[in-house]
């Protein structure tokens, strides 16, 4: 905050409104006073894999979850979680008073409030992305006892602030007093805004060290495939959201294997050739989340003393990336629709390898915002459209958005014809292996 504030050239007591953006689906539990319990569960745990699996059977399958919360039950979400902390730690689950995330006790730090918005709730697994609501059913499924029906945070309107920082923070940062805090939401969905992804087609790409995509629609999609995870948009409609565990931190493996620097990483990707000369890499280093394989590790094909090098090696690890967000964003745009651009956004898109192989892989153009934080961004121009509404402006947050996000089309890609073609027929192969290797589908 203090770099941030010496590096923009204004005083502190210029600024009006505060919004946070922050990961999401990490288990935060404080007890009545307000102190936290426990080290965060974070979004990439699968340890409670177990706990998730006999959720879903208890409650019916994944059908009967998509009834009560109107999306998929993902390993990494909140719910799994509390389960966890009720069965292995009784003794803090007993203590526990609130069920927070991550960027929502960043708010409770800045105003005091203790509250949650339908963003970040969608990423819980105990919320009805539908009626955009708690869902009891699967709250009471997930503990019966009622410490955790009681320990859930009301929802709030992301068109209000949710209240004005507390004294303390005004004097340790020199703000105003009357600084507003704007509710935010977790980084995926904060990403869409700050790309402007807040009007039915946008799409928006996150590259880093997970990968993410999702496709802002007016309609709530009931028929998509159920492993596609839906969130509520910040103001109005839903995203639609494919996410992989393992994007950018798969050739971070290699960049520290080979021990080069990250314009050696820029330069291997783009010197190997499309296919990676037959190697062919499944990167679920840690498991991995679309598709749905908490407990499978990564796997190496196709190696022989012709096609072992570097430059192999680290294409094909971005190829398999492009290629697993392909197969989640399949799920999704099945039935809505081939989108006209990707709007790509976090540490990948600066890559021109890694842009180039996205607009190949998905056969569309690709662009970089010029913002490249797009959670953060977003947060601020969530903030920015809650303070002109506090004044009486009258705005919305796609008005907002339009106006402030550029897009660098001097970091865009327009895909090759020859090499798409190439790549329809890598992915067809890909598909059949990952059936094969990893569903046991023969």
Same mark, same amino acid.
């Given at each position: 905050m203090h770099a941030a504030l010496r590096e923009s050239g204004r005083r502190p007591a210029d600024v009006a409104a505060i919004a946070v953006s922050g990961q999401q689906h990490g288990l935060v539990m404080i007890d009545g006073r307000g102190s936290v319990l426990r080290d965060v569960k974070l979004w990439n745990d699968t340890e409670t894999a177990p706990e998730n699996e006999s959720l879903i059977a208890e409650l019916g399958g994944p059908d009967r979850v998509w009834d009560l919360i109107s999306t998929t039950l993902p390993v990494g979400y909140t719910a799994s979680k509390v389960r966890w902390v009720m069965k292995h730690e009784p003794e803090i689950y007993a203590k526990m008073g609130h069920v927070l995330l991550p960027h929502d006790y960043l708010n409770y730090w800045l105003t005091g409030e203790i509250v949650m918005e339908a963003g970040e709730a969608s990423g819980t697994g105990f919320f009805d992305v539908a009626s955009r609501a708690w869902s009891p059913k699967m709250v009471e499924a997930i503990d019966p006892s009622g410490i955790f029906a009681r320990a859930l945070p009301p929802i709030v309107s992301p068109r209000e602030p949710i209240g004005t920082i507390r004294k303390a923070v005004a004097e340790e940062f020199g703000l105003s007093p009357h600084t507003l805090v704007a509710c935010g939401s977790g980084d995926n969905v904060m990403g869409?805004?700050?790309?402007?992804?807040?009007?039915?087609?946008?799409?928006?790409?996150?590259?880093?060290?997970? +990968?993410?995509?999702?496709?802002?629609?007016?309609?709530?999609?009931?028929?998509?495939?159920?492993?596609?995870?839906?969130?509520?948009?910040?103001?109005? +409609?839903?995203? *639609? $959201?494919?996410?992989?565990?393992?994007? $950018?931190?798969?050739?971070?493996?290699?960049?520290?294997?080979?021990?080069?620097?990250?314009?050696?990483?820029?330069?291997?990707?783009?010197?190997?050739? *499309?296919?990676?000369?037959?190697?062919?890499?499944? *990167?679920?280093?840690?498991?991995?989340?679309? *598709?749905?394989?908490p407990h499978a590790r990564a796997v190496m094909k196709g190696l022989s003393f012709d096609n072992f090098t570097r430059a192999n090696l680290m294409r094909a690890m971005a190829e398999s990336v492009a290629f697993s967000l392909k197969w989640g964003f399949e799920k999704i745009s099945g039935r809505l629709g081939k989108p006209a651009q990707f709007r790509l956004t976090g540490g990948g898109a600066n890559s021109g390898a890694w842009r180039q192989i996205l607009a190949d892989v998905f056969d569309t153009e690709v662009v970089r915002v010029k913002w490249d934080e797009g959670g953060a961004f977003g947060a601020a121009l969530l903030a920015l459209a809650v303070d002109q509404r506090h004044k009486g402006i009258s705005t919305s947050l796609r008005e907002v958005c339009d106006h402030y996000v550029d897009l660098d089309f001097d970091k865009s890609a327009q895909p090759a014809p020859a090499v798409s073609s190439i790549y329809r027929e890598l992915y067809e192969e890909f598909c059949e292996m990952l059936r094969v290797e990893f569903f046991n589908d023969e």
């Open positions: 869409a805004v700050g790309t402007a992804s807040v009007s039915a087609g946008r799409v928006t790409m996150g590259l880093g060290t997970s +990968g993410v995509i999702n496709l802002h629609s007016n309609i709530l999609p009931r028929d998509v495939d159920r492993s596609i995870q839906v969130f509520c948009a910040v103001e109005e +409609g839903w995203l *639609p $959201t494919t996410c992989t565990m393992n994007a $950018t931190s798969s050739t971070s493996l290699l960049q520290s294997l080979f021990e080069i620097k990250i314009e050696q990483v820029e330069a291997l990707i783009a010197e190997g050739a *499309p296919g990676s000369e037959g190697i062919r890499i499944f *990167p679920y280093f840690n498991g991995e989340r679309m *598709p749905s394989l």
